[in-house]
Antibody, heavy 122, light 108 residues
């Protein structure tokens, strides 16, 4: 059974960048799309974008276009999400999530990382 | 973007009750609707996908229905571990995938 294990909490200054990692254990990250979803404290869930490793293609929500970079390192079975030009409102818990293997078209998230808290503070 | 509207935002119920949460999409999304459960400090957990398909390992008391733009999540015989926040999510359009704002199910 695949598990996704994320990197630890980060504290960043406004204007800087943060890179969050998501390592797959018990399986390969290569065969399924990996999405990144964030949750501002006390609020709902927001999809940021995805990478489809087998094609090395990415899709992003327009809101994050130009600020988010999602990559995958097949040699380490890890996906990375980098968010640049951080603002106070980017403070959130960031999750990686895997597409349900048999879902047509993607976008059904059956395995989630534990979440990474990102604090933005001057 | 496709907007997802859940109701109610908060629902008070007791163990043993039957509860229903509704989710409305801003356009026809056929059956591309999923439901997640989230407990405090934890990642969301997939319950239902494609409107009515029960995810492996999820108890049979959870069921989903609907099509087009109107959907429901029903929990039969509420158990203590079911008190959580529930989110619907559409995967009809990935530009972007969108979630409802959540329904907090609390113990009456």
């Amino acid at each position: 059974q695949v598990q996704l294990v994320q990197s630890g909490a980060e504290v960043k200054k406004p204007g800087s960048s943060v890179r969050v990692s998501c390592k797959a254990s018990g399986g390969t990250v290569n065969n399924y799309a990996i999405s990144w979803v964030r949750q501002v404290p006390g609020q709902g869930l927001e999809w940021m974008g995805e990478i489809i490793p087998v094609f090395h293609t990415t899709n992003h929500a327009q809101k994050f276009q130009g600020r988010v970079t999602i990559t995958v390192d097949e040699s380490t079975n890890t996906s990375h999400m980098e968010l640049s030009s951080l603002r106070f409102e980017d403070a959130a818990v960031y999750y990686c999530a895997r597409d349900l293997p048999r879902s047509p078209g993607g976008g059904v998230f059956d395995v989630w990382g534990q979440g990474t808290k990102v604090t933005v503070s001057a | 973007d496709i907007q997802m509207t859940q109701s109610p935002s908060t629902l008070s119920a007791s163990v043993g009750d039957r509860v229903t949460i509704t989710c409305r999409a801003s356009q026809n999304i056929v059956n591309h609707l999923n439901w997640y459960q989230q407990k405090p400090g934890k990642a969301p957990k997939l319950l239902i996908y494609s409107a009515s398909s029960l995810q492996s390992g999820v108890p049979l008391r959870f069921s989903g229905g609907g099509s087009g733009a109107d959907f429901t999540l029903t929990i039969n015989i509420l158990q203590p571990e079911d008190f959580a926040t529930y989110y619907c999510q559409q995967n009809y359009s990935k530009f972007p995938y969108t979630f409802g704002h959540g329904t907090k199910l609390e113990n009456k």
